[in-house]
Every structure is written in structure tokens, then in C-alpha cells.
């Protein structure tokens, strides 16, 4: 039969042997070994106001996490970092280090979050220009044969060396860095019936470019030895000139001459001019 609160003939006494256990350091089943059965209701009744010593307390399991979170807060991590490590939710990390000051982002790491918020906006956009970029190259499909004609003339007076009043020079002369624009001007020659070893090529680079790597990515463009390319001619480099065509992707500029071409050169001024003349619309 177990003692109860009010069953106990001299209370006081028995608190004063339990508060003696509990303070040497025994558990409430030590106590209760000692003094006899007792209910949970008398035993608290005999230790209130008696902590229970640290070993019998039951280890909290979030008081290393808590601890781990700090730690990571005051290295500078964010919220939503010490969430992904610790695996706890927003709320108690707030809870655990609300009291520690904000981290500071250095130059770089605000910049590396501008990069990651703004990516997807970015990647969404150059998707969109590729598929307008390719939508708009299907509306064009094969061109003709005049169409090409027509293409040929409109590029080579847009971009072709030309002969001046002050300064007579019918030859036939392209140059530029596009690749794109020297297939389009090697295929409209080849329509205009020139002859490959009527062509001379060779390459304009500034000097502190690979001009070895150059040469070659020209030649094999246009499908010729690059031993037969003429001598490179260098640009001197300017160093108060901030110069963006650098890097692998910089092959300088092609420079594309057609030999004994000065009634070719009046063709393709006349060509020109009937387009333009073609090209008028009654008011």
C-alpha cells in the first residue's frame, strides 16, 4: 500500500530526508527506495522547489542543432542556408539566432546572388531569342539563285571597298570579321562564275592577338592552304584603348581581293544602281 500526501504523519521530516536525497544527488526512484512507496503527487509535494539534478535531465535534442545554427549565423550564413544544412524550419532558426547581428555579404557574394536571382529571368529570355531567331531563319528557307544575286550586291556595296572621285580604285575588295558574312560573299562570287585561283586572301589582326590560330580558322573557313594566304598585315596595339574583340573568339578580319577585277567592280556598281533605281515606288 503506497503513502499518500495527507497519509503522512510528519510531513515536514519526511520532506526535509527527501530534499536531503534529492540534493545528494538521487533520482525520484532513488528517493522513493529509500523512504518507501510513495505517489508521484506526495514525491512532488516533498522536492518542490528542488531542481533535479543534471543527470537524471533528459538531453534535449535541439540544443546541438541550436548550437550548429549559431555557429553557421555567426559565420555569416543565411536563414535559408542553416535551414538547407540543419534540416529545422525557418521558425526555430529565427528563434535560435534572432538575437546574433546580421551577416555581412561581401562584394562578391552580393554579386554571386544577383548572378542566381537574375539567371532565370536571363535563361528565360535567351530562350526566347532563339526561338524567334530561329522562327524568323525557317521564313527564309532556300534562296535562289537571284536571291542571292540581289544579297550579293546589296553586302558587297554595304561593306566592299570602293572607288572615289579623288581616289580611282576598280578592284573588287571584301573585308570583315563576321564569318557569316564571308560565306554569304564567297558563295555570291561562286554564283558570279570567279575562279578560286583568281582570289587572294589574307588576314588583318591586331598584333597582340594568336595570329597563327587566326590564319588557319580563316583558311579552313574558306577551304583554301593557308600557305597560300598572303603576308598578315598587323594592327598596332593601343594601350589607352579598351579593346572588347578579344579572347579565344577573336579571329580578326578577313580580307577577300579579286584579281583582274575592274569590270567586275563596274558590274557590281551598276548592279547596285539598278537596284536603287528598282527600289522607287510610284507616289
Not at 521530516?13 to 506526495?42: C, F, K, N, Y
Not at 572621285?165 to 564567297?186: A, C, L, Q, W
Not at 588583318?204 to 594568336?210: K, L, P, Q, V
Amino acid at each position: 500500500m503506497t503513502h499518500t500526501y495527507r497519509d503522512q504523519p510528519d510531513f515536514e521530516a519526511l520532506r526535509s530526508q527527501a530534499v536531503t536525497l534529492r540534493r545528494a544527488g538521487l533520482s525520484r526512484r532513488q528517493i522513493r527506495e529509500h523512504l518507501g512507496p510513495l505517489t508521484d503527487a506526495t514525491l512532488t509535494h516533498l522536492l518542490d522547489g528542488e531542481p533535479p539534478p543534471e543527470w537524471t535531465k533528459r538531453p534535449n535534442a535541439k540544443d546541438d542543432l541550436r548550437e550548429k545554427a549559431r555557429e553557421l549565423r555567426r559565420a555569416g550564413r543565411t536563414y535559408d542556408e542553416i535551414v538547407t544544412e540543419l534540416g529545422v524550419s525557418k521558425s526555430s532558426v529565427s528563434l535560435w539566432v534572432r538575437d546574433l547581428p546580421k551577416p555581412r555579404k561581401s562584394p562578391e557574394e552580393m554579386r554571386q546572388m544577383r548572378e542566381a536571382r537574375w539567371a532565370p529571368h536571363r535563361e528565360a529570355r535567351d530562350r526566347q531569342i532563339e526561338q524567334t531567331k530561329a522562327e524568323a531563319a525557317a521564313e527564309i528557307g532556300k534562296l535562289s539563285d537571284r536571291d542571292l544575286f540581289l544579297i550579293g550586291v546589296g553586302l558587297y556595296w554595304s561593306e566592299g571597298s570602293k572607288s572615289k572621285p579623288h581616289r580611282r580604285s576598280e578592284r573588287v575588295t571584301f573585308i570583315n570579321s563576321d564569318p557569316g558574312m564571308i560565306k554569304v560573299y564567297m558563295a555570291w562570287l561562286g554564283l558570279l562564275g570567279v575562279e578560286p585561283e583568281n582570289l587572294r586572301f589574307a588576314v588583318m589582326i591586331h598584333e597582340s592577338a594568336d595570329v597563327a590560330t587566326a590564319e588557319h580558322y580563316w583558311a579552313n573557313l574558306v577551304g583554301v592552304d593557308v600557305a597560300t594566304f598572303s603576308k598578315t598585315t598587323l594592327k598596332k596595339h593601343n594601350p589607352k584603348t579598351v579593346r572588347k574583340n578579344v579572347g579565344a573568339g577573336y579571329h580578326g578580319c578577313l580580307v577577300v581581293r579579286v584579281l583582274q577585277s575592274a569590270d567586275l567592280y563596274r558590274r557590281i556598281e551598276g548592279w547596285w544602281y539598278g537596284i536603287v533605281l528598282g527600289a522607287k515606288r510610284p507616289a
